[in-house]
């Protein structure tokens, strides 16, 4: 059975996951490159002590014991081979190195141009040209470290072996996996207790890590993780320095169009009463046209101004609001106070209440989200069109939706809808670009959803807006992050 499509999507993710540079995996592949080095410097040194350590070819006692058991058997050469090889499987044993001439000390014994004993594996030419003294002689193509001894009673000669070629024995103890075996049998009791320490160690950025990533878009506050450690102090530090910097600038901003916003309003207004005014006194003509579109500009300037303000307060804090709210009521005054702007459009707004439409939230942001919502479905809902709007609960949540009539958004600029002052290209209804971008900050104010689609019959656009209910809690609250 053929995996589904979302089984090779999960697995698929999984596997990009896992190649995914990580912070962990690389201190732990560091650490077993480190326990390699260290391994590797300690067979290095191993066999270099091996190479230069004369001491076990310079034990007399040891050719001492094995020439008396050979001269005690002379006379029985059976036993005496068999207590030989004794002696060197004993020898084999105790290096724990056993079938490795190229890496133990081996035993040859002879007696005159007869050979009684040698060890496995070792080239039977080996035969030193003084007694006594440590030699490098060469045989079966291999150089070797050779010291023997002779008994003054029999004439036998017992000659200690060892490999002098370093690099034959560093190939042997690879080859034979003396080097990367004991890595790979200790490998998982030294990488789990690795990993899991490198966690712990790790946990005080997790903490940094989630608190960074649990806040909205508009929180700006500094981190409420208080680092004790010196290396995490730095990063924290910084990090509040920046959103510091950050909440002054958006803060000059505010001030800025707030301030210029406020200053607006009154001269507008004067000019509205005096080109009011102007028009009592001319008749009808270009002049009266000319005044006309001076009322109309003026309008339009008020509303910017006012979608300003509006935008100002709902940016003015990123926590969420938690007086309760009659959705339901807002929105019938809402729509009273906008069915003048549609029965001018000849259009009809159709309201549909499938719940009690409670949340939890500020009056003046709702009622401003609520108003340019309507208002702009209105505006570009053909005349004699309608709007539907639509209030229901849903897991917990009140959602309510306003669908129109309209030419609707192509789904590609969905998004940047929401940035303010843009506007669709070839709009031909006026605007600011203000009205979406005061719903969405109204929504995330109240960590709420908001999302653009094709209205049901497939013409026009349905904005849909999930606020949290107060039945859903602080913890659903809190836990509910806007979405873009």
């Known amino acids: 059975m053929s995996p589904s499509p979302a089984q090779r999507h999960r697995l698929i993710a999984g596997l990009a996951t896992w190649f995914q540079p990580s912070l962990v995996r690389r201190l732990l592949l560091a650490q077993m490159a480190l326990l390699l080095l260290l391994w590797l410097l300690f067979i290095v040194l191993l066999i270099y002590r091996s190479q230069h350590d004369q001491s076990e070819l310079a034990q007399d006692q040891r050719y001492h014991m094995i020439l008396r058991v050979a001269d005690s058997l002379a006379d029985q050469p059976a036993r005496q081979r068999e207590s030989l090889s004794d002696i060197d499987r004993f020898q084999r044993d105790t290096e724990g190195l056993e079938d490795e001439p190229l890496m133990r000390m081996s035993m040859l014994v002879r007696q005159g141009e007869t050979l009684l004993f040698v060890s496995p594996g070792l080239p039977a030419t080996i035969r030193n040209s003084r007694l006594g003294v440590i030699e490098k002689l060469r045989a079966g193509g291999e150089l070797w470290r050779v010291r023997s001894l002779a008994s003054p009673r029999s004439g036998i000669v017992v000659s200690l072996v060892k490999p002098a070629n370093a690099v034959n024995v560093l190939l042997t103890f690879t080859s034979r996996g003396f080097v990367l075996l004991p890595l790979l049998i200790s490998l998982p009791f030294l990488a789990i207790p690795a990993w899991l320490s490198l966690r ?31 290396e995490l102090q730095p990063l924290v530090h910084n990090l509040n320095a920046l959103l510091q910097r950050v909440r002054d600038s958006v803060k000059r901003e505010r001030e800025f169009i707030a301030d210029a916003a406020h200053e607006l309003r009154t001269p507008l207004a004067a000019m509205r009463i005096n080109v009011e005014a102007l028009k009592g006194t001319t008749g009808d003509g270009p002049r009266q046209e000319l005044l006309d579109g001076m009322v109309r500009s003026g309008d339009r300037a008020s509303r910017v101004v006012g979608q300003l303000l509006s935008l100002m307060r709902a940016d003015q804090s990123s926590a969420p609001a938690t007086p309760r709210l009659a959705l339901v009521p807002l929105l019938q005054d809402r729509l009273a106070l906008l069915s003048g702007l549609a029965t001018a459009r000849g259009v009809e707004l159709d309201l549909q209440v499938q719940a009690d439409g ?67 290209p070839d709009q031909v209804q006026t605007g600011s670009g203000l009205g979406l971008a005061i719903v969405k900050s109204a929504v995330e104010r109240h960590h709420g959803d908001i999302e653009l689609a094709d209205a049901q019959d497939g013409h026009g656009l ?3 807006v999930t ?9 659903a609250l809190s836990s509910r992050q806007p979405r873009a």
């Open 467 to 475: 606020l949290p209910s107060p039945t859903a809690g602080t913890s």
């Open 200 to 230: 712990l160690a790790l946990r005080p950025l997790s903490r940094v890590t989630q608190e960074i990533a649990a806040r909205g878009p508009r929180d700006l506050r500094a981190l409420g993780v208080k680092p004790k450690h010196r």
């Open 462 to 464: 349905r904005v849909t």
């Open 358 to 424: 409670e949340a939890v939230g500020d009056y003046e942001t709702v009622a401003a989200m609520l108003d340019n919502l309507i208002e702009n479905a209105i505006k570009y809902s053909p005349d004699g069109g309608c709007v539907f709007i639509d209030v229901k609960s849903q897991g917990g949540c009140t959602v309510l939706s306003v669908s129109d009539q309209g030419p609707g958004i192509p789904p590609e600029l969905r998004k940047r809808v929401f940035d303010r002052f843009y506007r669709v």
